[in-house]
């Protein structure tokens, strides 16, 4: 079984900063893409960002703004978030393409976490 456990969330004022981060544990037998979506209420999920071995990807958004790393020996993926904004308010999911030791790639989600920016 494998799971995606995320910490960091919060309330913070517009300009503040937060750092989201998200480990993987259970059996995993190859690790590859890692990233967030974020969903506002009333709105779709959005892809926030994602980070494979060699690149990393950001909605025009979070460009400028946001920062996508990983610990490839911890399996953990981290969001550092800067410069926040009130219309960054949302659950922020993340989520990654694992293949088990017993099966093909799948893609396990986070069970999200609260990112509350005031103005």
């Known amino acids: 079984q494998v799971q995606l456990v995320e910490s960091g969330g919060g309330l913070v004022q517009a300009g503040g900063s937060l750092r989201l981060s998200c480990a993987a544990s259970?059996?995993?037998?190859?690790?590859?893409?890692m990233g967030w979506y974020r969903q506002a209420p009333g709105e779709q999920r959005e892809l926030v960002a994602h980070?494979?071995?060699?690149?990393?990807n950001y909605a025009d958004s979070v460009k400028g703004r946001f920062t996508i790393s990983r610990n490839n020996a911890k399996n953990t993926v981290y969001l550092q978030m800067n410069s926040l904004k009130p219309e960054d308010t949302a659950v922020y999911y993340c989520?990654?393409?694992?293949?088990?030791?017993?099966?093909?790639?799948?893609?396990?989600w986070g069970q999200g976490t609260q990112v509350t920016v005031s103005s």
């Open positions: 259970g059996s995993i037998y190859t690790l590859n893409v």
């Open positions: 989520y990654s393409h694992i293949a088990s030791a017993s099966g093909p790639v799948r893609i396990y």
């Open positions: 980070i494979t071995s060699g690149s990393t």
